[in-house]
């Protein structure tokens, strides 16, 4: 998923850059009228868990690999415009410190996993959590919206690649596709056992933004 240097062409990074700089700009504007004061620590709590998790890596078929994207997680308990800026703030600590995605392509990695991931995630669970009663909701929710995160931002990073000129768009979405999808399902049980542990030892947390129903207006 995160796009190395040499893999997205100067006109691709340019808009990606632009745009993404856009939406981080305001999701920082507007998580400075939303915040509250006691979701600042958990900003900082949550991009700290999701970056020591996508360190852990789990095998998928054909020798690939996966690791958590924590789009939807960040979504679920902080909403959209801070979920934005923690994925935002571990992707850039990745690129600069660790070189795990590119510095060219960070505008491209941060519009489909801090952007598109995210708020494809909050989207789609403010819509189960409308459709569904009780805590069944956060589980289908949570796992539903995980999935098509990830699944969502690879196939946005394929159009990104196909458009770059490094395969035929055919064949880098069914590639990244499919392999996404099954790393889709190691993303959803993570996100819900990590809500299971939220609704037994700190259900206040899963609150905060868990109803989710005009935390984007």
Do not use: C
Request: net charge neutral; proline share 2%.
């Amino acid at each position: 998923m995160h796009i190395p240097d040499g893999f997205v062409n100067a006109g691709t990074a340019a808009v990606t850059y632009i745009a993404s700089a856009g939406a981080v700009a305001y999701a920082v504007k507007r998580t400075n009228k939303a915040l509250r004061e006691r979701e600042v620590p958990l900003m900082g709590v949550m991009a700290a868990f999701i970056f020591a998790a996508q360190m852990i890596n789990f095998k998928v078929a054909g020798g690939t690999s996966g690791h958590l994207l924590g789009g939807a997680l960040a979504a679920i308990l902080l909403g959209p415009w801070a979920g934005t800026l923690v994925i935002t703030a571990v992707l850039a600590v990745q690129a600069f410190v660790f070189q795990d995605g590119g510095l060219v392509a960070l505008g491209a990695n941060v519009l489909n996993m801090a952007v598109i991931g995210v708020w494809s995630a909050y989207g789609l669970y403010v819509l189960i959590r409308r459709a569904f009663s009780g805590e069944r909701a956060v589980w289908i929710g949570g796992a539903v919206s995980a999935w098509a995160s990830v699944v969502l931002a690879a196939l946005a990073a394929s159009i990104e690649l196909a458009v770059s000129g490094m395969a035929p768009l055919g064949v880098v979405v069914t590639a990244m596709g499919l392999v996404h999808m099954a790393i889709g399902i190691g993303e959803a049980l993570i996100t819900v056992a990590v809500l299971g542990f939220l609704a037994a030892t700190r259900k206040d947390l899963l609150e905060l933004n868990a109803l989710a129903v005009g935390g984007a207006s």
